[in-house]
């Protein structure tokens, strides 16, 4: 009877194991039939690509040999009109090695040039001039130590120095950033007045904490909501030298 449970037992066994070893070897067969295919149909993928530059590299020879006196034609054209340019433009006035003034009441500016930007507010193109609707920029001023060489020295009178032209001993400085966003003048103020109209309406107990303090003069650009206090107004590019 024990000889015969022990037989038994080592008949499964092997069964088991032929069985296994038959699905290891099915899988593998699975997995090399799956690796060749893709591999065929990559190569496949690369010839047709060839193929298709082949024909375009193929079609753009023939286009070019059919329209050769075009391409001529139109090249010539080309160099008249660069060449009648440059026979038109005016000598300069100023010598080129001459260093370019860029900021203070001696700038010396370039080309005039029309500047045209968008309002983020009502969407309308506007030209950047001088006696037109005022274009502003959204931005925070603050008090800063980036740019001061000695922070604990105190001047005896910073008030005479150029506020455009900071001294490196000033123990304070000003650092103003911008987001970039432009704005007429006029939707600005109508934006930072519904702000602040805004807040007043709200209880006390219904204000929740808010990144801005509109007492301060705080808003959100309307665009990237980021932090500012103040606008700056766009100036038209000069074009003349201003010898004063």
């Not at 082949?54 to 079609?59: F, H, P, T």
């Not at 150029?162 to 000003?174: A, N, T």
């Not at 939707?187 to 107990?205: G, M």
Request: proline fraction near 5%; charge should be positive; aromatic fraction near 4%.
């Amino acid at each position: 009877m024990v000889t015969n449970i022990k037989t038994m037992r080592e008949r499964t066994s092997s069964t088991s194991t032929v069985a296994i070893s038959q699905g290891q070897g099915l899988e593998e067969t699975v997995r090399d039939k799956d690796k060749a295919e893709r591999k065929r149909k990559a190569e496949m993928a690369r010839l047709r690509r060839e193929k298709i530059m082949a024909q375009m590299s193929e079609m753009q020879k023939h286009f070019i040999n059919e329209n050769k006196e075009l391409f001529q034609q139109s090249l010539e054209e080309l160099e008249a009109s660069t060449s009648a340019a440059a026979e038109s433009s005016p000598p300069s006035s100023e010598p080129s090695c001459v260093s370019q003034v860029c900021v203070g009441p001696r700038r010396v500016g370039g080309a005039e040039r029309r500047q045209l930007v968008t309002c983020i507010l009502c969407q309308e193109e506007q030209e950047v001039r001088g006696h037109g609707r005022a274009m502003v920029l959204a931005a925070f001023v603050q008090r800063s130590t980036v740019l001061s060489k000695n922070r604990r020295r105190n001047l005896p009178d910073p008030e005479c120095h150029d506020p455009l032209f900071m001294h490196p001993d000033l123990s304070l400085g000003i650092h103003t950033a911008s987001c970039g966003h432009i704005m007429h003048a006029t939707c600005w103020q109508r934006y930072f007045e519904a702000v602040q109209l805004k807040e007043q309406r709200r209880q006390q107990r219904l204000r929740g904490h808010t990144s801005y303090d509109v007492e301060n003069g705080e808003f959100l650009c309307p665009l990237c909501e980021c932090l500012s206090n103040t606008v700056i107004p766009l100036l038209p590019h000069t074009h003349t030298p201003d010898r004063r």
